[in-house]
Nanobody
Framework: QVQLVESGGGLVQAGGSLRLSCAAS????????MGWFRQAPGKEREFVAA????????YYADSVKDRFTISRDNAKNTVYLQMNSLKPEDTAVYYC??????????????????WGQGTQVTVSS
């Protein structure tokens, strides 16, 4: 069992930056691949980024590539999402997720086993 708690959301102007954190508790954080998803009002939850258990592989949605960076610190049981050049369309609730097996369909929310409660990110124009 893994418990996930996100933090770092807030209100920022377009072009600004935020860093989200996801603290994990429970068993063997380093065994899990970690990911970030987001859900805007009236829209389905969508994949943002993922990172393998050792940080060796990262994956990004096309919409955030070159603006967002996912990273992890296994010593601190924490995964991060650095978000730069934010746009109003990045406004959403951001969720942290964990899975033991990062398959080829990493972008599908159904493949992720554990979820945090989410943190709101609002980007004003």
């Amino acid at each position: 069992q893994v418990q996930l708690v996100e933090s770092g959301g807030g209100l920022v102007q377009a072009g600004g930056s935020l860093r989200l954190s996801c603290a994990a508790s429970g068993r063997a954080f380093s065994r899990y691949a970690m990911g970030w998803f987001r859900q805007a009002p009236g829209k389905e939850r969508e994949f943002v980024a993922a990172i393998s258990w050792n940080g060796g592989n990262t994956y990004y949605a096309d919409s955030v590539k070159d603006r967002f960076t996912i990273s992890r610190d296994n010593a601190k049981n924490t995964v991060y999402l650095q978000m730069n050049s934010l746009k109003p369309e990045d406004t959403a609730v951001y969720y942290c997720a964990a899975t033991e097996i990062l398959g080829t369909r990493y972008y599908a929310s159904a493949g992720w086993k554990y979820w945090g409660q989410g943190t709101q990110v609002t980007v004003s124009s």
